[in-house]
């Protein structure tokens, strides 16, 4: 449904292909709903700092995922600016988790979808169109 959706999408928008978004809005959506299971896991474990990270990933995240499904809106220096914080976030919130990944299944989950989405950004803004 999702690609059908994508497809449909209006193909004036100036350097965004819809098709190409597709899975960076799902990476991003991945890694949102882990951050947020992650993070609710750790408050269990009285990991502060972990659970405070997986949090700020997914409003990154879900934010950066809305933005990209709506390309009417589209505005290339913020959604790179964006997709840069999904990075930046990404990279932080991995290299957290990674340190309880032996301990927690959960951690060691989400760093690897919060590195995905880290990856699929990264094809995304290498796609986009700059004119």
């Known amino acids: 449904m999702m690609a059908d959706m994508m497809k449909s999408m209006p193909t004036q928008t100036t350097g965004m292909d819809m098709t190409a978004m597709q899975p960076c809005i ?3 959506s991945a890694a949102a709903m882990a951050a947020t299971m992650c993070a609710d896991a750790d408050g269990g474990e009285g990991m502060g700092r972990c659970a405070s990270m ?3 990933t997914c ?4 934010t950066t995922m809305r933005m990209m499904m709506r390309p009417a809106g589209y505005d290339m ?3 790179t600016s964006m997709m840069a914080a999904c990075v930046a976030m ?4 991995a290299a957290e988790c990674d340190m309880h990944a032996e301990m927690s299944e959960h951690c060691r ?3 690897a979808a919060c590195r995905a989405m880290v990856d699929a950004c990264r094809t995304a803004m290498g796609s986009m169109s700059t004119s």
């Open 90 to 93: 990404g990279e932080a919130c």
């Open 59 to 62: 409003d990154v995240a879900t």
């Open 77 to 79: 220096g913020v959604m």
């Open 26 to 28: 799902e990476a991003c």
């Open 109 to 111: 989950i989400c760093a």
């Open 54 to 56: 997986c949090a700020s």
